[in-house]
Nanobody
Framework: QVQFVESGGGLVQPGGSLRLSCTTN????????MGWYRQAPGKQRELVAT???????NYPDSVKGRFTISRDNAKNTVYLQMNSLKPEDTALYYC?????????WGQGTQVTVSS
């Protein structure tokens, strides 16, 4: 069972930055496909960014050029650097792991972008 500790969410003004972190207990972290998803009130959960074991990254157009996903295999941690934040980025952000045909989710960390 993969478990996560997520951190880094908070309140930020439009145009500001935040960095989310997600640390797992998995000993095979370097083999995991990791990602971040978000869910705003009344909306479906959506992809924010993914990173493969070989560092291939994927972003939707809505965050491309503003968000960067990275991983540190020595620390079992995946990061999401979020710049130029907009009010529409406000959501609960979830860490995700896909490994051996299974999908694991963190508890989520709230990001609120407001003046």
């Amino acid at each position: 069972q993969v478990q996560f500790v997520e951190s880094g969410g908070g309140l930020v003004q439009p145009g500001g930055s935040l960095r989310l972190s997600c640390t797992t207990n998995g000993s095979a972290f370097r083999f995991y496909d990791m990602g971040w998803y978000r869910q705003a009130p009344g909306k479906q959960r959506e992809l924010v960014a993914t990173i493969s074991p070989t560092d291939n990254r994927n972003y939707p157009d809505s965050v491309k050029g503003r968000f960067t996903i990275s991983r540190d295999n020595a620390k079992n941690t995946v990061y999401l650097q979020m710049n130029s934040l907009k009010p529409e980025d406000t959501a609960l952000y979830y860490c995700n792991c896909q490994f051996a045909g299974k999908n694991y989710w963190g508890q989520g960390t709230q990001v609120t972008v407001s003046s």
